[in-house]
């Protein structure tokens, strides 16, 4: 019997062999698409100070955090559970006088203090990049198509994106579509339902139309383009046109222009990703403002976890089996030309019990029966 | 794609109002649906892609809600209680219409008359606190699944948050109906992920809005 000591805290799992190879994998072709794009890997700390967390973008909340008291300093210490603020502070900071657009890449554990209704882990791996000093249509186009060749690389299949407008309520409510500043918040929350009735009953009968330009890309778009008379969104939906020529053929393009779900600190625009198999969405990304240096930039997020597990046909990875007494050199060399090796401790071991798929013979690797 | 949608319908209540919409919208459920005798959870209906599921009403929002079903039928109740970022209601069916109202016996003074705390039975422990915070009231609520118009005579809670439709209940169980919490009536849900990536999801959305805002019987 197990002692329940031995169990893991909920919302927290090992990831036993097959899994974290996968994700290792998963991780190492992303983060490969990412350097070839010229993103530079950063690495900051799992624990910073509360308030340089909280304070780098809007909408980080801080009582998501595990925090608690630094014996050294005695101020708040918390636990990040998102990597993009601390790039932030990099940028603003560190990395304040390096030439822009600076782009920096990114790939660690991240935890909240409590899941989410849906989804009970408290741990993901995220990994990322930011695209520090610009949030133009270029700077978005570019961050898309990054985002989606690290998800494929990843191991991602049947990817589709959804772009959305995350200030779109704040743009038209300022000038265009005029509500009382008390019923923003009671719009946004019923455009995030989609639920059309409680839109008009909250007085945002004017808003009602963006209910139905949600779906595929070019269609979605042309319906905003029709709503907006007064021009103010034309350069967005110039941006967003633009964005969508970035995605590759065989990836779904949908808009949905009120979407803000896990749009906490983005700006005019964003994107969620999804594929296949996956539960929920496995990434999302947009533009913001890095607050202290108020500078814009763009990135994404992909968080791996979410990947469905490989498929169970696939064949088991191939190993060496190196008996007691073989000759290091030989092995050495199989090594170098891509064999995994497992060297025997003892007499008697079972190559094939071990995970063996070939023996080596003298300066051969020979099939091991089954 | 092979994979056949799954749209979750609550048993009870709403059902019977539910199947002439989801008539005219294309979801029609195989004859063995309607036998009475019939113990299974899960239908066919003349779409080949498309089935039914017939569960409880919070169990609508949970399945749908976890991505299980795509499509469902629920109160504007069951949505509120469970407040699921990953819910849509983009289609108020204008059916299954009832409140949800707070109650009590006569003897029991009005809420908020100086009452920092009370003990409310309902099976709607969210919505209930969160409605009393908004009045400055902490409300201890007391989970129940059924006959709630029973706890205040027996002494359990002296107020129940519960569904209203004719009030008929309440008066028989020596209740007054004191507040109305909110406005009910049945939604067309759907998973958030399901409409971003699933093509026939927002098929099946379109279809039952042509109805809503449709004119009757069209």
Redesign the interface.
Known sequence: MTDPDDLLPEGLQDRLPAEAARMTAAMRGALDVLDSHGYDRVRPPLVEFEQSLAGRMDGVRPRRMFRFVDPASLRTLALRSDMTPQVGRIAATRLAAAPRPLRLSYAGEVVTISADQLDPSRQRLQLGAELVGSDGAEAVGEVVAVALEALAAAGARGISIDFTMPDLVDTLAAEALPVPADRIEAIRRELDMKDAGALREAGGEGYVPLLYAAGDFDEAIARVAALDEGGVLESRIAGLRRAAERVPAGVRCTLDPTERHGFEYQSWFGFTLYAVGARGSVGRGGTYCIRGSEERATGFSLYLDALPAADAGEAPREALFLPLGHDREVAARLRAIGWRTVAALAEGEDARALGCSHRLEGSEAVAVEA | MATPLTFAIPKGRILDEALPVMERAGVVPERAFHDKGNRSLTFATTREDLRLIRVRAFDVATFV???AAQAGIVGSDV?EE?D?????????LDIGHCRLSLAAPADVPEAGAGASHMRVATKYPNLTRRWFERQGIQAECVKLNGAMEIAPALGLARRIVDLVSTGRTLAENGLEERDVIMQV?A?LIVN??AL??D?RV?ELVERF?AIASGPEGA
Not at chain 2, 84 to 90: H, K, M
């Open positions: 809600a976890h991505g949505i469970f699921y970022s990953d819910l849509y209601a983009p289609v108020d009536s939604r958030r992920a971003k990536t093509p927002g809005r």
